[in-house]
């Protein structure tokens, strides 16, 4: 029998999804903070190359006319005039004018005569950037030298300061930034403490790199450790938050449809430990004479505060829960006990429901057995087992029969017909009865007949015994006997009754009534 969405289900769901939403919030966390780093260091790496690119712009745009007309020119000419022109230049050290390759006159030392691979490796072809740890004259202190071509064989070299470059790289550790540093042309690189490294160490850095549009250099940023922690947690509380109101609204939602549950069997057990449970007895008749052949223990529950409470309010929430065996053991025991004790009708059968997680429990057959032990030899315990959950052909089930037949326990499809109408479980099990649904026995005297008929004659052909369930009128009564169905139960014979007030002939029972008996 498919039990649908059991409680147990429903908790390893939600459990289930609560840890779902904890892993997804806290991926969504480490994604939006990673997102959240990477977009400050790239706004603090774009400011950076926006800032060093105004610095070249400036260097090299500064009387830039004038500049481009001195190389070439003798330098006792022009070296009075490029000393001038490169105050009006900032950022540089010095204006050196190139011919051939080589520079010849300096605005800080006059004349000269230096190989330009010197300051650049190789040798330009257009505008050039590169990063050195220092001049010829002054080694120990990096600028960035500067090469623009004025001519085919000229160009100026602005040797611009790395101080300038490093104060400038400084202000990024202002805005959160651990680390900034410039690298030009993936050689070298300069760190905004104004320390030479390479372009590799730079890479192994991390962090996220903005590249110039106009020059060959980049900047690459590392955020601050303080600004990674601070919007770790940042993130990590925001989907905390919303990670513990979603598993709130799993957890609401799982007790606002299991609470009533919950409290129902906490309810149901609170009953069995007060003996607020009992069990009520259905005569199952012999329809020739109507005499009692055997009885049907149901549990009735009478509470304190509500009154009686129909079992179908409270037994299919005890078969689904861990509440079954206590309540199966409560059936098993007393109805034994009771009938054993209580009533002199003999012989006697005593049939008890049997849920299909009962036949899951390793207790169960020493539940059964005993029971079974405190009956006398001429009271028969019957077991009623539903049709569709023989259906799943349970593996445990023939186990099960063999062994409490042996120690003469005998069964009883229930409901028979109302599922699948499978006659081969007929020949799959071995039975002792059949009972006939009560919606085919409102029909005998209708089109029913022939289907009980055809039940009766399959269950007599596999030594079965047929009882119809349901009987409430003196014309189905009629109809069942012409039928040949040997046994009956329903309100026309008696209705559920202690064990006190059971009627070995239910034909002299003054409170059986020969009309239909509404429930």
Same mark, same amino acid.
């Given at each position: 029998m498919?039990?649908g969405? $059991?409680?147990?289900?429903?908790?390893?769901?939600?459990?289930?999804?609560?840890?779902?939403?904890?892993a997804?919030?806290?991926w969504?966390?480490?994604?939006?903070?990673?997102?959240?780093?990477?977009e400050?260091?790239?706004l603090?790496?774009?400011d950076?190359?926006?800032?060093?690119?105004?610095?070249?712009?400036?260097?090299?745009?500064?009387?830039?006319?004038?500049?481009?007309?001195l190389?070439?020119?003798?330098?006792?000419?022009?070296?009075?005039?490029?000393?001038e022109l490169?105050?009006?230049?900032?950022?540089?050290?010095?204006?050196?004018?190139?011919e051939?390759?080589?520079?010849?006159?300096?605005?800080?030392?006059g004349?000269?005569?230096v190989?330009?691979?010197?300051?650049?490796?190789?040798?330009?072809a257009?505008?050039?950037?590169e990063?050195?740890?220092?001049?010829?004259?002054?080694?120990?202190?990096?600028?960035?030298?500067l090469?623009?071509?004025?001519?085919?064989?000229?160009?100026?070299l602005?040797i611009?300061e790395?101080?300038?470059?490093?104060?400038?790289?400084?202000?990024?550790?202002?805005?959160?930034?651990?680390q900034?540093v410039?690298?030009v042309?993936?050689?070298?690189?300069?760190?905004?403490?104004?320390d030479?490294?390479?372009?590799?160490?730079?890479?192994?850095?991390?962090? $996220?790199?903005a590249?110039?549009?106009? /020059?060959?250099?980049s900047?690459?940023?590392?955020?601050?450790?303080a600004?990674?922690?601070?919007?770790?947690?940042?993130?990590?509380?925001?989907?905390?938050?919303?990670?513990i109101?979603?598993?709130?609204?799993?957890?609401a939602?799982?007790?606002?449809?299991?609470?009533?549950?919950?409290?129902?069997?906490s309810?149901?057990?609170?009953?069995?430990?007060?003996?607020?449970?009992h069990?009520?007895?259905?005569?199952?008749?012999?329809?020739?004479?109507?005499?009692?052949?055997?009885v049907?223990?149901?549990?009735? /529950?009478?509470?304190?505060? /509500?009154?009686?409470?129909?079992?179908?309010?409270?037994?299919?929430e005890?078969?689904?829960s861990s509440?079954?065996?206590?309540? $199966?053991?409560?059936?098993?025991?007393?109805?034994t006990?009771?009938?054993?004790q209580?009533?002199?009708?003999?012989?006697?059968?005593v049939?008890i429901?049997?849920?299909?997680?009962?036949?899951?429990?390793?207790?169960?057959?020493?539940?059964?057995?005993a029971?079974?032990d405190q009956?006398?030899?001429?009271i028969?315990l019957?077991?009623?087992v539903?049709?569709?959950f023989?259906?799943?052909?349970?593996?445990?089930?023939?186990?099960?029969?063999?062994?409490?037949?042996a120690?003469?326990?005998?069964?009883?499809?229930?409901?028979f017909?109302?599922q699948?109408?499978n006659?081969d479980?007929?020949?799959?099990?071995?039975?002792?009865?059949?009972?006939?649904?009560g919606?085919?026995?409102?029909?005998?005297?209708?089109q029913?007949?022939?289907?009980?008929r055809?039940?009766?004659?399959?269950?007599?052909?596999?030594?079965?015994?047929?009882?119809?369930?349901?009987?409430?009128?003196?014309?189905?009564?009629?109809?069942?006997?012409?039928?040949?169905?040997?046994?009956?139960?329903?309100?026309?014979?008696?209705?559920?009754?202690?064990?006190s007030?059971?009627?070995?002939d239910?034909?002299?029972?003054?409170?059986?009534?020969?009309?239909r008996? $509404?429930?």
């Amino acid at each position: 029998m498919g039990r649908g969405f $059991t409680p147990m289900l429903a908790l390893v769901v939600a459990i289930v999804c609560g840890a779902c939403v904890i892993a997804a919030a806290a991926w969504w966390a480490r994604h939006e903070d990673q997102a959240a780093i990477r977009e400050r260091e790239n706004l603090i790496a774009s400011d950076m190359v926006e800032s060093i690119d105004r610095i070249l712009d400036n260097v090299t745009s500064r009387r830039k006319q004038e500049l481009s007309a001195l190389p070439g020119q003798p330098c006792p000419n022009v070296e009075l005039r490029l000393s001038e022109l490169e105050t009006y230049v900032q950022y540089v050290r010095s204006v050196n004018l190139v011919e051939n390759q080589r520079l010849y006159c300096s605005s800080a030392m006059g004349r000269v005569d230096v190989a330009l691979s010197d300051y650049l490796s190789p040798a330009p072809a257009g505008n050039t950037l590169e990063l050195i740890a220092g001049t010829p004259n002054q080694p120990q202190s990096p600028v960035m030298p500067l090469y623009v071509p004025t001519g085919k064989h000229t160009g100026l070299l602005y040797i611009v300061e790395a101080t300038y470059l490093a104060d400038t790289l400084a202000h990024g550790v202002r805005y959160e930034a651990g680390q900034v540093v410039l690298v030009v042309s993936n050689a070298r690189a300069l760190n905004d403490r104004g320390d030479m490294i390479s372009a590799d160490s730079a890479a192994a850095l991390g962090g $996220t790199r903005a590249a110039s549009a106009r /020059w060959s250099f980049s900047i690459v940023v590392v955020a601050a450790p303080a600004f990674v922690t601070q919007t770790h947690w940042k993130y990590a509380l925001v989907a905390g938050a919303a990670a513990i109101l979603v598993n709130l609204l799993i957890g609401a939602a799982y007790l606002i449809v299991f609470a009533p549950r919950r409290l129902l069997l906490s309810s149901v057990r609170r009953a069995l430990r007060h003996g607020q449970l009992h069990i009520a007895y259905q005569p199952v008749v012999d329809i020739a004479t109507r005499r009692v052949t055997g009885v049907e223990a149901l549990i009735r /529950w009478t509470h304190p505060k /509500w009154g009686p409470v129909s079992p179908s309010a409270f037994m299919t929430e005890v078969e689904s829960s861990s509440l079954l065996a206590s309540v $199966t053991r409560f059936a098993l025991q007393r109805a034994t006990q009771e009938v054993a004790q209580k009533t002199d009708i003999r012989p006697l059968r005593v049939a008890i429901n049997v849920a299909p997680m009962d036949l899951e429990r390793k207790d169960f057959v020493a539940d059964v057995l005993a029971a079974n032990d405190q009956l006398p030899d001429d009271i028969t315990l019957v077991l009623e087992v539903t049709e569709r959950f023989l259906l799943q052909k349970h593996p445990r089930i023939e186990a099960i029969f063999d062994s409490l037949k042996a120690q003469g326990v005998q069964f009883a499809i229930d409901d028979f017909g109302t599922q699948h109408s499978n006659l081969d479980l007929l020949g799959r099990f071995p039975f002792d009865y059949v009972k006939i649904d009560g919606q085919f026995v409102r029909q005998v005297d209708k089109q029913g007949r022939e289907l009980i008929r055809a039940i009766a004659a399959v269950s007599k052909h596999y030594g079965m015994e047929v009882i119809a369930e349901g009987v409430e009128t003196q014309s189905q009564h009629e109809a069942l006997r012409s039928l040949g169905i040997p046994f009956g139960q329903g309100y026309f014979y008696q209705r559920p009754v202690p064990v006190s007030q059971l009627f070995a002939d239910t034909s002299t029972d003054p409170r059986t009534t020969k009309t239909r008996v $509404t429930p």
